[in-house]
């Protein structure tokens, strides 16, 4: 059961012609309902973090509501789990029309990571028709306020939506195929462990650059340069212990052979 179902065209153009005389009278004032389908909670604190005085999204008219019933906008986040797709159902029914509903996150508008899970059918729009996507995992309020504002005709939506899917078989190539998938991992494991996920990404993949050329003497040289130039003690120690772990793996490499 979905709502989602395909109209004819007199009958889109009624409910356009409906949404629109909704937001001429919705401009100055609008009633939010949201509805948590499924997601980890982390849209809900952008949600609440977007109507504090700090951002101050009631400045622009936006109030959230307790009910569906007093609701001009319905706001799903997270995905369509089967526990909540018929109280999403029930929340939808309960508002008047015409209505404005918004996919909201990543989850809301496509699923997000669990869109193939046996308990997800789908982001909202698989249930619901939905007419804003405020996309972001989550998005901040900022990004709240501005999709707000593009329901509303505040502002003029300058970005297109674009629908992907992946297709049989597809994948994300690596960076530096040419090095080992357990040299890599154990390189990678000892930058983050030393500096933190950020910079021991970027020092491992500075690293890997080198290992890609497959010369150990090459590789070795160019360690030494950037060794010699690099004026951060602490950086030449992570540099000179991720080092070690690939002489240690070319001595059990030639120890095999």
């Known amino acids: 059961m979905t709502l989602?179902?395909?109209?004819?065209a007199s009958q889109k153009e009624k409910?356009?012609?409906?949404?629109?005389?909704?937001?001429k009278l919705i401009r100055r004032s609008v009633y939010v309902y949201r509805v948590d389908c499924g997601?980890?909670?982390?849209?809900?604190?952008?949600?609440?973090?977007?109507?504090t005085p700090l951002f101050d999204?009631?400045?622009?008219?936006?109030?959230?509501?307790?009910?569906?019933?007093?609701?001009?906008?319905?706001v799903f986040t997270g995905p369509m789990t089967r526990p909540m797709r018929v109280p999403a159902i029930r929340a939808y029914k309960a508002a008047p029309d015409p209505k404005v509903v918004v996919a909201y996150g990543a989850c809301g508008c496509s699923g997000?990571?669990?869109?193939?899970?046996?308990?997800?059918w789908g982001g909202a729009d698989s249930v619901f028709p939905v007419d804003l996507y405020i996309p972001g995992c989550p998005p901040t309020p900022c990004a709240t306020i501005h999709g707000f504002a593009v329901a509303l005709g505040l502002l003029h939506q300058k970005m297109k939506g674009e629908h992907y899917v992946e297709g049989e078989g597809a994948g994300v190539r690596l960076k530096f195929p040419e090095v080992p998938i357990s040299l890599r991992k154990e390189i990678e494991r000892e930058a983050r462990r030393l500096c933190g996920y950020w910079h021991g990404r970027q020092i491992a993949n500075q690293y890997l650059e080198f290992l890609a050329?497959?010369?150990?003497?090459k590789v070795d040289k160019r360690v030494k340069e950037l060794l010699k130039a690099e004026k951060d003690a602490r950086l030449v120690e992570v540099f000179m212990k991720i080092h070690r772990i690939f002489l240690?793996?070319?001595e059990r490499v030639a120890g095999s052979a």
């Open 57 to 74: 999204a009631e400045r622009f008219g936006i109030k959230v509501v307790g009910s569906p019933r007093h609701a001009d906008v319905i």
């Open 248 to 250: 240690d793996s070319m």
């Open 4 to 8: 989602n179902q395909e109209l004819d």
């Open 213 to 217: 050329e497959k010369d150990p003497q």
């Open 112 to 120: 997000g990571i669990f869109h193939d899970s046996y308990g997800v």
């Open 15 to 23: 409910i356009l012609e409906l949404k629109l005389r909704l937001l």
């Open 39 to 51: 997601g980890c909670n982390g849209c809900e604190i952008e949600i609440f973090a977007a109507i």
